[in-house]
């Protein structure tokens, strides 16, 4: 068994960059998609599921030794 947890190489190379929003120029279509997207009301459109479930956290115990 594992006592610790084994993080990553910092030598270690990336597939992409920390967003992929760099890999898009300011002036790609794509991003005329994304704004009139965006701007939809699912909910209204019939879309299920829009509104995100409360994210419920289990409680903290704290181990006193």
Avoid: C, W, Y
Avoid at 22 to 30: G, K, Q, T, Y
Avoid at 40 to 57: S, T
Wanted: charged content about 25%; glycine content about 4%; proline content about 11%.
């Amino acid at each position: 068994m594992k006592r610790f947890v084994a993080g990553e190489s910092r030598s270690q190379a990336t597939l992409f960059p920390e967003l992929l929003d760099d890999f898009v120029s300011e002036d790609n279509p794509v991003r005329a998609i994304e704004a009139f997207v965006d701007a939809l009301d699912l909910k209204q459109l019939g879309f299920k599921g829009v509104i995100p479930m409360p994210r419920v956290d289990p409680p903290i115990i704290p181990l006193f030794f």
